[in-house]
């Protein structure tokens, strides 16, 4: 471990106003943070107190994430590893790296992600300095974290301590209130049974939620409105959280009716300096699940934003946190934010920050570990400004029309819609790529940076529309409704915004022309006109008269292959570089047999008129066949 020098961060209260040149594109420093930074100079040195140079680094992820953070490595320098399960052989992300290794091999698709023991190994055995998790898998497990610093590789995030207690969302609460950041009401720990969840209703009243006290994504989340459902909701939230996480302990909560879900994007040094990137609104969610971000949070109150992004940073000090990070907050009708939970990780949103912002989030977290400061790579407070606001589209293979059923199977066209101000996250969004169901449907994130609000929605939904892809299911559909709800363009939506509107799912059949028009034209190539005849005559039987050959009895003409036979390999070239002719290969076998053109054409008459070929063609270099080349 290693020993950091910290510095305290005190956030005061100050009540005067801001003077001119602290007003940033339209948005205050926060008063708070001013009396931050006025109070404590951060730590402006250029020689770093840690100074943890990274030359390779490896991502324990996947797919879209695994490529960002490669792409951020070779900005950087760095040469980047992946490591692959075998179902992801020929994987983008595994293309993408200077270096790639298998591991798991043997394990189950999503198993081979999440051993560790391998994962440092591996690390070990090809001198990597660092590892990024990236999001989802591992990237929240404080034991992977620890492994990782025991090993004595560099740990791209929080260290281990504030892993497990941001992890755990009792202690993630009880860090917020002794930081004075407001949080909604709930219990003081884990509850196991029905009947302390009944308890804490009866005490603060319904509604509720019940959330996996070790674990997030929605996974073992449920909302109970009458005691009646209590029973059931905690069966079915208790076993899935048991089966996610490894463990059904349910952290119980007063829910807050039509919330918005607002996050603040933080970056800490490993000194003390903690600084906020503004928020975004994620409350486009399904089953909890978000599916459209956007950066700012639109029709905010520059009050509450304030307030909000204050909270974030002063609870992040007071855990001592460093590295990338999000704070997740809801605000109420009245403008009231309740503290939810903290992701000690990269988020799949943190695109929209850093199209507003111009900050490259992974380049400062790789930046931040090798021990530089928010100073030393120009990402103090005073330097961080809004332009504009961006959407985020997670476009994902699921059919939305039959209850976003996940889909898998090959991408047969593949064709993006780009243009200025669109952005493309992706990995294996390509035509030809296969589509395993044995992972997160998620596609390509399509990202729209613009002026405002408005126009960035236009770009999006243009860009959505350009997008052709066929040969599996996306929700690209469901994103266009979402993307023309006068009440998302509006820009003031809460969590309830899908549930509200049902006209979100109808969805218009797609024309698919020119994929029916080729298969159509195959079909007629390959089988023939399946109109009827003008006339009700049969076609006539032709049968093709095999030419004559001198039989069995008598032997075919010698040729090369006789040569290859008797005198070897070296014989064979011999006899080929002495010929003083033109050498020809016969192809009509393997055309026949094989060619979009005659797939009809039988192995049975084939053989027919082997014979004769026999007989006719020894002079020839070679016959090729399906399976290889006769001589």
């Given at each position: 471990m290693l020993r950091l020098r910290s510095r305290v961060v005190e956030l005061g209260m100050a009540s005067t106003a801001l003077p001119q040149k602290n007003r940033l594109q339209g948005y205050r420093i926060p008063h708070q943070l001013l009396a931050c930074m006025q109070s404590t100079a951060p730590h402006t040195s250029t020689t770093s107190v840690v100074d943890r140079p990274i030359k390779k680094l490896l991502v324990a992820n996947r797919g879209e994430i695994a490529v960002r953070v490669f792409r951020a490595c070779n900005e950087l320098g760095i040469r980047a590893v992946a490591i692959y399960s075998e179902q992801d052989s020929y994987k983008m992300h595994r293309q993408k790296a200077d270096e790639a290794y298998m591991i798991g091999k043997g394990l189950a698709p999503v198993a081979a992600y999440l051993n560790i023991p391998e994962i440092i190994?591996?690390?070990?055995?090809?001198?990597?300095?660092?590892?990024?998790?990236?999001?989802?898998?591992?990237?929240?497990?404080?034991?992977?974290?620890q492994a990782a610093v025991d090993a004595g590789l560099n740990f791209i995030g929080p260290t281990p301590e504030t892993v497990q207690k941001m992890g755990d969302k009792v202690e993630a609460r009880r860090m917020a209130i002794e930081s004075g950041v407001r949080v909604v009401?709930?219990?003081?720990?884990?509850?196991?049974?029905?009947?302390?969840?009944?308890?804490?209703?009866?005490?603060?009243g319904m509604p509720i939620i019940l959330k996996a006290a070790f674990g997030g994504g929605g996974r073992g989340m449920r909302i109970v409105k009458d005691l009646k459902e209590l029973d059931g909701a905690f069966r079915s939230a208790t076993s899935e959280a048991l089966a996610a996480f490894g463990n059904g302990a349910m952290f119980v909560e007063k829910f807050v009716e039509r919330p918005r879900h607002i996050e603040v994007q933080i970056l800490g040094d490993m000194y003390g300096n903690i600084v906020h990137l503004y928020e975004r609104d994620c409350s486009v969610q399904r089953r909890h699940q978000k599916v459209v971000e956007i950066a700012p949070a639109p029709n905010i109150d520059p009050k509450v934003r304030e307030a909000l992004c204050a909270d974030a940073v002063r609870l992040c000090a007071h855990a001592g946190y460093h590295n990338a990070g999000t704070v997740e907050f809801l605000l109420d009708k009245k403008g009231n934010h309740y503290f939810i939970e903290v992701n000690a990780r990269l988020q799949v949103e943190h695109t929209v920050t850093e199209e507003c912002t111009g900050v490259d989030l992974v380049v400062s977290q790789i930046r931040i570990a090798e021990g530089k400061s928010l100073a030393d790579i120009g990402v103090t407070q005073d330097q961080i400004s809004l332009h504009g606001c961006a959407i985020q589209c997670r476009m994902t293979t699921e059919d939305p029309a039959r209850n976003f059923q996940p889909d898998a199977g090959r991408i047969e066209v593949f064709r993006t819609g780009e243009g200025m101000g669109i952005r493309l996250d992706g990995s294996d969004a390509f035509a030809g790529a296969y589509i395993s169901p044995d992972y997160d449907s998620l596609l390509v994130k399509v990202i729209a940076h613009a002026r405002n609000h408005h126009t960035a929605a236009a770009k999006m939904n243009r860009a959505l529309r350009e997008f052709r892809i066929r040969g599996i299911k996306t929700n690209t559909p469901f994103l266009l409704n979402v993307l023309e709800n006068k009440r998302f363009l509006d820009g003031t939506i809460d969590t309830y915004f899908i549930d509200e509107h049902p006209e979100l799912f109808k969805f218009r059949p797609t024309l698919n022309r020119a994929q029916r028009l080729l298969q159509y034209l195959g079909n007629v190539i390959v089988n023939g006109p399946q109109t009827p005849l003008a006339t009700g005559l049969s076609p006539s039987l032709i049968t093709p008269k095999v030419p004559d050959t001198p039989g069995p009895r008598v032997a075919a003409p010698s040729g090369l292959k006789d040569i290859l036979d008797i005198t070897g390999p070296e014989g064979f070239a011999k006899a080929v570089r002495?010929?003083?002719?033109?050498?020809?290969?016969d192809t009509t076998f393997r055309d026949a047999h094989q060619s979009l053109l005659a797939t009809r054409v039988r192995t049975y008459d084939l053989k027919q008129i082997s014979p004769y070929v026999v007989h006719n063609f020894n002079n020839l270099y070679s016959i090729e066949n399906w399976g290889g080349t006769l001589s």
């Open positions: 190994q591996t690390a070990l055995d090809n001198n990597i300095d660092a590892i990024h998790p990236g999001y989802g898998f591992l990237s929240e497990r404080s034991d992977f974290a009401p709930g219990t003081p720990g884990p509850v196991t049974t029905v009947e302390e969840v009944r308890a804490f209703s009866e005490e603060v002495q010929h003083k002719g033109l050498m020809l290969m």
